[in-house]
């Protein structure tokens, strides 16, 4: 009687969460999906948003479905997260997908790197399971760096964020029902997409050119984790660098642009 009590307890709290509705801002069309044990994601795009983009940031691997009325509305999914392969949802596979959509429009990134500073969060993009910015979150990300991340990643603002730690729910989630976070950072969201980081070739083979809206500009070479290797302005030689992936940042009064390169000789 007393496991039972218990389990409808749960229950209760769980469709709570589920049913708690936050709209940050119903002009906007950037959405945010945060846990930690990752699992099958279905996004149900039942609103008539002009061009939706969709953050998903997770610990462990998920498999994310765009589906629909509206599913056409949506012009970029990007997960950015850890995607660890411990199979803690039970699904079978051990890699982040996406489906839904149109080719081109999914992109897949391991920890890029924050961009955003909160000391209770991470340097890089893992996971996030809590609408919380003032407390440690035991080596996830801050709400907030999600927000930063996802807006200037995509050029946009922030029409909600919906965050738990468990497993995805099989039921669909619906763009409509909103989010349960809207936490920003307290410096404000800079949109930056009137800044284009435009960093070539990709893979580098030999040099790595950087412009900003088409102009030669400074830039700081990162490795994996962040460190900083370099700095030049416009280019930079890679002959001495190891094959693998590194990061070009940017930094600029809206603030700091990153872009992955991959170095290949």
Not at 58 to 86: L, M
Not at 87 to 100: D, E, P, R
Not at 149 to 176: D, E, I, K
Request: glycine share 10%; net charge neutral; with cysteine.
């Amino acid at each position: 009687m007393k496991k039972f009590y218990l389990f409808s307890i749960i229950a209760v709290l769980s469709l709570q969460m589920r049913s708690q509705t936050a709209m940050c801002d119903t002009t906007a069309n950037v959405i945010i999906y945060s846990n930690y044990d990752g699992g099958q994601l279905i996004i149900d795009v039942d609103q008539n948003i002009p061009n939706i983009k969709i953050g998903i940031t997770t610990y462990e691997w998920t498999k994310i479905i765009i589906t629909g009325t509206y599913s056409a509305n949506v012009t970029e999914v990007r997960y950015a997260g850890y995607d660890g392969n411990n199979n803690h949802c039970g699904m079978g596979s051990l890699s982040t997908s996406i489906a839904g959509v149109a080719p081109g429009v999914d992109t897949i990134i391991q920890f890029p790197p924050a961009g955003y500073s909160n000391p209770n969060g991470y340097q890089f993009i893992i996971c996030n399971y809590s609408c919380s910015s003032t407390t440690n979150q035991g080596g996830c990300n801050t709400p907030d760096q999600l927000a930063y991340y996802f807006t200037n990643a995509f050029g946009g603002s922030m029409r909600y964020h919906f965050t738990q730690y468990g497993c995805w729910s099989t039921t669909p989630y619906l763009v409509s029902a909103g989010g349960n976070c809207c936490i920003v950072p307290t410096t404000g969201i800079k949109n930056t997409s009137a800044k284009k980081l435009n960093v070539f070739p990709s893979p580098a083979v030999g040099k790595i050119n950087v412009e900003l809206n088409g102009v030669a500009e400074e830039f700081s070479l990162l490795d994996i984790l962040g460190n900083k290797l370099a700095s030049a302005k416009g280019s930079l030689e890679t002959g001495n660098l190891p094959n693998g992936v590194y990061f070009v940042q940017v930094k600029t009064n809206e603030g700091a642009l990153t872009r992955k390169i991959v170095v290949q000789h």
